[in-house]
Each structure stands twice: as C-alpha cells, then as structure tokens.
C-alpha cells in the first residue's frame, strides 16, 4: 500500500511575502479554533482580520514562538492567536 501524500515542509524563513502571510493565515486561525473550540465558523474572518493589521515583521516575530520544536524541554508554545493580538496592542 502505497504512503500518502505529505506537503513538504518550507522554513518560515525561506518564504515569500504573501506565503508567509498565507501560512499565518492558517496558523493564527488554528490558534483561534484552540482558543475558542465552538466558533470555528468565525476563525477565517477574524484571521483574516488580524493578518491585514499585522506587518511582515510582526508575522515573522510570531513564528518561532508557536512552535514545539523550539522550545526546550516541557516550555509550552505560545498560541499564535494570542501572540498575533498581543503584538496589536489589544
């Protein structure tokens, strides 16, 4: 039986503009879905929301704090939604 398909993985680092936008898209969606489990409806919209008001520097600053890998030991990531909305000020 054949394995199936996994997307490759792409270094925040090493994308574009507009794919790192995309990819924290995603990202802060999710961590708005964790944050509130029932209103998955909503999450697009207010992802979409938070990304037209972040800059790039901001999206690259949240990042690597999300992310299991680099945190040492049992150190708990940060949600990317909460991040996202810390670093407006809100």
Do not use: C, W
Not at 5 to 14: A, I, K, L, N, R
Not at 61 to 76: L, M, R, W
């Amino acid at each position: 039986m054949p394995r199936p398909e996994q997307e490759g993985y792409t270094p925040f680092s090493t994308l574009t503009d507009a794919e790192l936008k995309e990819a924290m898209l995603k990202h802060i969606k999710m961590g708005y879905i964790l944050k509130f489990p029932g209103k998955s409806k909503e999450a697009e919209q207010v992802a979409q929301e938070i990304i037209n008001r972040l800059t790039i520097e901001q999206m690259k600053e949240i990042n690597p704090h999300t992310f299991f890998f680099n945190k040492p030991g049992s150190e708990k990531p940060k949600n990317p939604y909460d991040l996202a909305i810390e670093l407006l000020g809100e």
